[in-house]
Nanobody, 125 residues
Framework: QVLLAESGGGLVQAGGSLTLSCTAS????????LGWFRQAPGKEREFVAA????????YYAQSVEGRFTISRYNLKRMLYLQMNNLKPEDTAIYYCGASTAAISAIRQLDMWHSWGQGTQVTVSS
């Protein structure tokens, strides 16, 4: 059973930084792509970043490219999202998920599963 739990969200001023953590249990991390999605009020959940299994290439949404960095440590069972130069439009609940999709579909929401409870990120202007 794939279990994921996010933490590390909070309130930060525009231009600030936060690091989100995702703790994994119940599965072999190296067998899955791991990623971050976010959902702002009134909007659909959207792709943010993904780390290709077993621990290689990173993929980013254009809106966060150059500001966010995804990293994974399979032996520690942890996934991270370092977020720098945060903007008010980054305000959302952030979720980590797992996927075994083809790389061509890695940005598609319906290819991901096993979401955690989410962690709120609020960026004030």
């Amino acid at each position: 059973q794939v279990l994921l739990a996010e933490s590390g969200g909070g309130l930060v001023q525009a231009g600030g930084s936060l690091t989100l953590s995702c703790t994994a249990s119940g599965f072999i991390m190296g067998n899955y792509h791991l990623g971050w999605f976010r959902q702002a009020p009134g909007k659909e959940r959207e792709f943010v970043a993904a780390s290709k299994r077993p621990g290689g290439t990173a993929y980013y949404a254009q809106s966060v490219e150059g500001r966010f960095t995804i990293s994974r440590y399979n032996l520690k069972r942890m996934l991270y999202l370092q977020m720098n130069n945060l903007k008010p439009e980054d305000t959302a609940i952030y979720y980590c998920g797992a996927s075994t999709a083809a790389i061509s579909a890695i940005r598609q929401l319906d290819m991901w599963h096993s979401w955690g409870q989410g962690t709120q990120v609020t960026v004030s202007s």
